[in-house]
């Protein structure tokens, strides 16, 4: 048994210290590199991965594509985080947390930066009036969940996520505590969606869009591989609400966009035209050339 941690009076940093992530982590913010972002020819330019974070925006604009919003069309860039591009000189200018995903608008007279997922979510439901209703006890309910996964999600992630699959080490203490937890979020969700059809109340909107690729996941034991562990089935209303926005034309392509793991088909690195959804699955799907 190791020996207990007392923590000394001044914490400094050990590099090594830091587990399957200790090459990118740091204590300090702002660039490593110079590295200037690619821009494309939408007004819309998004700099991301396929993490939950990620696939929060590009669901969403997909969603916004197909609602007929032709302003939402979008280039989504691949940022590839485990090696450190966050940190590039263009994308910390976007987003100074050094975070996907990030957002520059380009439609008006000036660019808008936009970073932090949920930010991302409220601005584009405010541009193109859409995914969020517009006034009242809907709408309140509607940010207030938006928020709740603001809020949750770190423990998830952070918690029980880095815990219990990335830690160098296991600590019961640490994984018992963010379990709990994990669970505990999961009950609120079944029991919201015990009593609503979606997390706002009849219609789909952004809190739907921000909880599922998280808890969606996890319901579905993508994330972590911990379905068994937290027992997830027994959440049956998270079940029936994640398997029905997983049919979404519009979450299926949202998925796929910046994401670089998983089955071929899954996978399209870059989006940057509508059609880069077939051609991208027929290249991968096609046999290899004599």
Same mark, same amino acid.
């Given at each position: ?42 007004? =819309? ?17 997909? !969603? ?13 860039? #691949?940022?590839?985080?485990? !090696? ?87 600590? !019961? ?11 505990? $979020?999961?009950?609120? #969700? ?31 034991? $993508? ?6 562990? =937290? ?15 997983? $049919? ?19 996978? =399209?690195? !870059? ?10 699955? $027929? ?8």
């Amino acid at each position: 048994m190791s020996e207990p941690y007392t923590p000394p009076a001044v914490w400094t940093w050990n590099s090594a210290n830091g587990g399957r992530f200790a090459h990118i982590n740091r204590p300090t913010a702002g660039p490593t590199h110079d590295k200037v972002l690619p821009v494309g020819r939408h007004p =819309l330019q998004l700099y991301s991965l396929a993490t939950p974070n990620g696939v929060k925006v590009t669901v969403m604009l997909e !969603e916004l594509l197909a609602l007929g919003h032709a302003g939402a069309e979008y280039d989504a860039w #691949l940022i590839p985080i485990t !090696e450190g591009a966050q940190f590039g000189s263009g994308f910390v200018a976007v987003n100074p947390n050094s975070k996907i995903p990030a957002l520059m608008d380009h439609s008006g007279a000036a660019p808008v930066r936009v970073f932090e997922s949920g930010a991302i979510l409220l601005y584009l439901a405010e541009k193109f009036g859409a995914l969020l209703p517009a006034g009242g006890a809907a709408r309140a309910e509607c940010l207030s969940w938006l928020f709740w996964q603001m809020g949750s999600a770190p423990y998830l992630g952070g918690g029980f996520g880095h815990f219990y699959a990335y830690a160098p080490s296991k600590i !019961e203490y640490a994984i018992d505590r963010f379990a709990m937890e994990a669970k505990r $979020q999961l009950d609120v #969700l079944n029991r919201r969606l015990a009593e609503s059809r979606y997390l706002a109340g009849d219609g789909y909107s952004i809190a739907d869009i921000a909880v599922w690729p998280w808890y969606g996941a996890l319901a579905k034991g $993508q994330l972590y591989e911990a379905g068994e562990f =937290l027992q997830v089935q027994d959440y049956t209303h998270v079940q029936r609400w994640a398997d029905e926005i997983a $049919q979404r034309p519009a979450a299926k392509r949202g998925r796929m966009v910046n994401r670089t793991w998983g089955p071929p088909e899954t996978q =399209l690195h !870059e989006r940057h035209e509508a059609s880069d959804f077939e051609t991208r699955t $027929q290249d991968k799907l096609a046999p290899p050339a004599a």
